[in-house]
């Protein structure tokens, strides 16, 4: 019979005997641990875990928890246990642009994002074809209704679905404070790495002007500060001065592919965690 894996989470202010209090813990309850990564940031003093471990035959999450809440008092832990089994569902919000949606997709039938997409929702018709190729509900919605009655209808489709996780595949619109709140930290956005130094239309075109020889892009957590939220993943590539802005694009598209896949595949293996609106990835 195969076993069920769990993954474990923890933070906290940091102090001797925080690891063998958990190792100690998951054997215990009859666990077996299969990986462990920690880092300890000394300038905040703060303490970060994350463990994957397999259950055994007399493992239960009940038991685990129960025994698990007394240590994690004793060390005012934050945390959270997930069974591997759960697939977080996601739903995936795009505009008329294709590539980011694209790559999610295949990435996710391939079986390299370890979630569910129940849902595609856009403001426009453009890329509902998209949707029924990969036999996914496609919504549309009207953000000319006003911002309230537009994220009403938005947030009345994410509870339809279930949605737990909204990535921004290229969604072209702000977002409110009011929805930034209430999604805290459960919409993953992605731009172009220019910014702030190349804001507003055109960024690639502003880039090529200036003679940039990086571009980049960056994956982060949505904010009511535009494009100012957590970090998650960033990555650049180099570009000569033979470019056009053509090729400046597609370059662009390619790294802005690989940092939205690469933000979401960790928010699904439980890596991020948030520490006064930064992110420490432990992986």
Aim: with cysteine.
């Amino acid at each position: 019979m195969t076993r069920q894996t769990f993954t474990l989470t923890v933070s906290c202010p940091d102090k001797p005997g925080i690891i063998a209090a958990i190792t100690g813990c998951i054997a215990k309850t009859g666990g077996n641990i299969l990986n462990l990564a920690q880092h300890t940031a000394t300038d905040i003093g703060s303490f970060f875990c994350r463990v994957s471990f397999a259950g055994t035959e007399t493992f239960t999450e009940q038991s685990f928890s129960a025994e698990f809440a007394a240590i994690a008092a004793s060390y005012a832990m934050e945390w959270h246990v997930f069974n591997d089994a759960r697939k977080k569902k996601v739903a995936v919000l795009v505009s008329k642009t294709s590539h980011c949606l694209y790559e999610i997709l295949l990435k996710h039938a391939d079986g390299e994002l370890d979630c569910e997409i129940p849902v595609i929702i856009s403001n426009h018709p453009d890329l509902a074809h998209i949707a029924s190729s990969f036999h996914i509900p496609f919504f549309q919605v009207d953000p000319a209704k006003g911002k309230t009655a537009y994220e009403a209808d938005l947030e009345g489709i994410l509870a339809q679905y279930g949605a737990e996780l909204v990535v921004l595949a290229r969604y072209m619109q702000v977002m409110s404070s009011d929805f930034c709140a209430r999604w805290e930290n459960r919409v993953i956005n992605i731009h172009h790495g220019f910014l702030p130094a190349f804001k507003g239309a055109k960024p690639y075109h502003q880039a090529w002007q200036k003679g940039v020889k990086i571009i980049g892009a960056t994956g982060h957590y949505a904010t009511a500060d535009l494009d100012q939220g957590p970090i998650i993943f960033q990555d650049v590539i180099r570009v000569a001065d033979t470019c056009s802005v053509d090729e400046f694009i597609r370059m662009g598209k390619d790294v802005e592919r690989r940092v939205l896949v690469e933000a979401v595949r960790r928010e699904l293996s439980h890596s991020i965690f948030l520490h006064d609106g930064r992110t420490f990835v432990i992986e």
